[in-house]
């Protein structure tokens, strides 16, 4: 069965642009969360989408958002870049709204310049 | 809001238990704690969670304290492939909606195990 998996794996963008990172969960699981992970505040919850909405949201500005598909891949999109959201993106999947075992990709690294 | 604190890093010899503390005080009754590890270059891996009483599962033992103001991820024979972070999770009901949460991370503990 094959993993989660998220594209690209690495990206280089510059303060200002825009940057869209996409997740496609393991078969079958419904739910996709996306998280930021950096040395100084470590690992943060971004969203989790489950049937194509937006079902929990964590404290990030609005300029992080994301969006989910009827077949429960996902994209997240960050737009007006900031040097600080230099970061890995993870995403995780798991069967079903808010369950316990999520399933993590290996991460998008995103540096912003 | 709750808080998770764990020690930054632990030492353990291979086949040894191995025991990883996470204090959360301000834990409320709903909370669930959640641990996730995470080994070099590799996205995060569900390992234990539990509410009340201590849990255990094929990789792992959460014990709680009774006040649950505390929990202990132990390990229980620790083999080099167990070398990863480690990380202590809350999960808040937040009630706004069915399978609604907040989530509190601690920084992690980065176990190393030496041969």
């Known amino acids: 069965k094959a993993g989660v998996t998220q594209t690209p794996r690495y990206l280089i963008k510059t303060r200002g642009q825009q940057v869209t990172l996409s997740c496609s969960p393991i078969?079958?699981?419904?739910?996709v969360s996306w998280y930021q992970q950096t040395p100084g505040q470590g690992l943060q919850f971004l969203f989790e989408?489950?049937?194509?909405?937006?079902?929990n949201k964590g404290n990030f500005p609005g300029r992080f958002s994301g969006r989910q598909f009827s077949n429960s891949r996902s994209e997240m999109n960050v737009s007006t870049l900031e040097l600080g959201d230099s970061a890995l993106y993870l995403c995780?999947?798991?069967?079903?709204?808010?369950?316990?075992?999520?399933?993590f990709g290996p991460g998008t690294r995103l540096t912003v310049l | 809001d709750a808080k998770t604190t764990q020690p930054n890093s632990m030492e353990s010899n291979e086949e040894e238990p191995v025991h990883l503390p996470c204090n959360h005080s301000?834990?409320?009754?709903?909370?669930?704690i959640h641990w996730y590890r995470q080994l070099p270059s590799q996205g995060p891996e569900y390992v234990i969670h539990?509410?009340?009483s201590n849990v255990n599962n094929r990789m792992a033992s959460l014990a709680i304290a009774e006040d649950r103001k505390s929990s202990t991820l132990i390990l229980h024979r620790a083999t080099l492939r167990d070398a990863a972070v480690y990380y202590c999770?809350?999960?808040?009901?937040?009630?706004?909606?069915?399978?609604?949460?907040?989530?509190?991370f601690g920084k992690g503990t980065k176990l190393s195990v030496i041969p």
């Open positions: 301000t834990i409320s009754g709903t909370d669930y």
């Open positions: 999770i809350l999960r808040h009901s937040t009630y706004s909606g069915a399978g609604s949460y907040q989530l509190t």
């Open positions: 995780a999947s798991s069967l079903g709204l808010a369950d316990d075992e999520q399933f």
């Open positions: 539990g509410l009340t």
């Open positions: 989408y489950f049937s194509e909405t937006q079902r």
């Open positions: 078969s079958g699981h419904r739910s």
